[in-house]
């Protein structure tokens, strides 16, 4: 805080603290208030008091704008790099794949298949593979359907081997409380795994984003999740999921396929069942005895047959470079670059569109909003220096728009612009044009500057009007007595007090022009649509959030820096809506 001068003696005149050090200087101690405490401490205590009072004034309003504004502002930035959808729905998967070379024409080995087998088994019965192959489209066309195809077909993965399975001991091996008691070591097993639990809630809550909290009825047993450490944790996923997601009792629920295939697998590679004397122990023996003869379950095959998709290695190096929770791609699609396979590139010519669309949303606000400050400087003026009776009835003029839906004046426009409309039909009957010539003012740049204009101009006037109102006739009659001619009275004199208006305006329909998109929508055509229209577009029908948010971001940014220009150049404290 600047110092205050003394008028008297021209010095710094003392501040409340100084005051008190005088006193306490004088009285020889701390000056004391009425109930004893020091006079400093009693001042503070009493602003304190009044600062909190009025922080709790405002917070209603601080709330409001925390939860409107800046909680959407921070969500969208955060969008915009979000990608834990792929670690989320494929983690075993993303693990695996870490061991591929991406830069080999190769597949991926078979633990590569076998992890995304388990991965989307679990995402398909919570409807979310989906999600997952919508998201990869965005990178790569095609995946979409891919997945939807396999998330469809998993159940026929290794069908073979569950039917032997369940054809060595009849009503054993597709008997859910077989499968709750096995898993559970028993009715009366001592050591559980809670483990295993937890874990299996974890990858759940991940790749739903449900909290799956609350009992399931069943604990795995700590011995027989030693012995097959794949079938319990996928069993317990499958437990965890069946009585949080779907309210069923475990117990009564037939396991999923892909806790038996987890099963058959671990009895093929060797699981030392021989030693286990827990229950299920002679069937557990027999299965594996039976399943020696079985030919080994063939993960790569079997997707291959669902889609040959998956034998593209295209689509390996997609899953590998979005692999990571966070990505640069949104932003790098929003400067019309992608992540490819060697790091950053250019997107295809034919696909080049956002740097395009950004430079014409700025091109064209400028545009609007000075063909705003040419018509709305001299209605503000007549409206400033006409008797106020007069003015405001020609005022209400000036706030008619805001009475009329904005989709009605864009309709209106849209009847009056195009080809056989009321211009063009005015144009040819009075000669200007040719009725094979009308002009073209729909559908392009021309009709959205045009339109927006007209409906952006009450934003510019009304600033306009409250500054001039401000300045002083007087001003001017002093000029004009001095000598000055009248257009030196006015741009020496009039003009600079009115540029606080200017200023005031040109912000205000220049940030409202650069995030418009109904009226760039109806009339615009293809030349005549703003950026916003695509961030519209993403968000509504493509639902590609990420890209809407990256080009939102981008969006904000320039305006951010476009303010920060104008307030080095003009200066904000320059800006004035009246007064």
């Known amino acids: 805080m600047s110092d205050v001068t003394d008028a008297t003696t021209g010095k710094a005149a003392p501040t409340p603290d100084d005051g008190l050090r005088i006193a306490d200087s004088n009285e020889g101690g701390p000056v004391l208030a009425a109930d004893g ?9 009493t602003l304190r008091r009044q600062k909190m009072r009025a922080l709790l004034l405002i917070a209603p309003l601080l709330i409001f704008v925390l939860v409107t504004f800046i909680v959407p502002i921070v969500s969208m930035l955060l969008r915009s790099v979000d990608n834990t959808i792929v670690p989320n729905t494929l983690p075993q998967t993303v693990s695996a794949i870490s061991e591929w070379d991406p830069t080999a024409s190769d597949l991926p080995d078979e633990p590569v298949y076998e992890a995304l087998y388990y991965d989307l088994f679990l995402a398909s019965e919570a409807k979310e593979h989906t999600k997952l192959g919508t998201r990869l489209n965005y990178e790569q066309t095609g995946l979409s359907s891919q997945f939807r195809s396999v998330g469809r077909d998993l159940d026929e993965i290794g069908e073979d081997q569950i039917d032997a399975l369940e ?105 030392d069942v021989a030693s286990y004397t827990g229950f299920g122990a002679e069937q557990l023996l027999a299965a594996q005895e039976m399943l020696a003869d079985q030919p080994e379950q063939n ?49 295809p010519e034919n696909q080049q569109i956002y740097i395009k669309l950004f430079m014409r949303t700025l091109y064209m606000s400028l545009v609007i909003t000075g063909s705003c400050i040419l018509l709305g400087y001299p209605v503000a003026w007549i409206l400033a220096n006409l008797p106020l009776r007069t003015a405001n009835v020609l005022m209400i003029l000036v706030l008619l728009p805001f009475w009329t839906s904005l989709l009605v004046r864009t309709s209106a426009w849209k009847v009056l612009l195009q080809q056989q409309g009321v211009i063009n039909e005015i144009l040819v009957w009075l000669g200007f044009v040719d009725d094979a010539n009308r002009l073209i ?42 000598g000055a001619t009248n257009v030196t009275a006015f741009w020496r004199v009039y003009f600079p007090q009115s540029v606080p208006g200017i200023g005031a305006g040109s912000i205000l329909v220049f940030i409202l022009s650069i995030g418009y998109y109904i009226t760039p929508e109806i009339v615009g055509g293809t030349d005549g649509v703003f950026i916003s229209n695509r961030i519209a577009y993403h968000i509504s029908s493509s639902l590609n959030w990420g ?12 305006v951010l820096v476009l303010y920060w220009c104008y307030d080095r150049i003009v200066g904000i404290d320059n800006v004035k809506l009246g007064g």
Not at 37 to 45: A, I
Not at 193 to 209: E, M
Not at 314 to 334: E, I, R
């Open 547 to 558: 890209l809407a948010a990256a080009l939102g971001t981008i969006l904000l940014v320039v």
């Open 441 to 482: 003012l729909m559908n392009n740049a021309t009709g959205t500057i045009i339109a927006m204009t007209h409906i952006l101009l009450p934003f510019m006037i009304l600033p306009l009007y409250s500054v001039m109102k401000t300045i002083p006739p007087s001003y001017l009659r002093a000029a004009k007595s001095l």
């Open 37 to 45: 405490t020091p006079l400093k401490k009693s001042l503070s205590r």
């Open 167 to 271: 054809d060595l001991a009849e009503d054993i091996w597709d008997n859910e409380a077989f499968w709750f008691d096995l898993m559970r070591g028993g009715e009366n097993a001592e050591n559980t795994d809670q483990d295993v639990l937890d874990r299996a809630q974890t990858r759940l809550r991940a790749l739903t984003g449900d909290a799956f909290t609350g009992g399931t009825g069943f604990l795995p047993g700590a011995e027989i999740s030693a012995l097959l450490p794949r079938t319990a944790y996928e069993y317990a996923s499958f437990a965890v999921f069946t009585a949080t997601a779907e309210e069923d009792v475990v117990a009564e629920e037939e396991p999923w396929e892909s806790v038996k295939i987890a099963l058959i697998e671990e009895l093929q590679a060797g699981a």
């Open 299 to 347: 993960f790569k095959e079997s997707f291959l047959e669902i889609d040959e998709g998956w034998g593209n290695p295209q689509t390996w190096k997609t899953l590998n470079v979005y692999k990571s929770p966070y990505t640069t791609g949104y932003f790098l699609n929003a400067a019309d670059y992608q992540l490819g396979f060697d790091g950053v590139e250019a997107r």
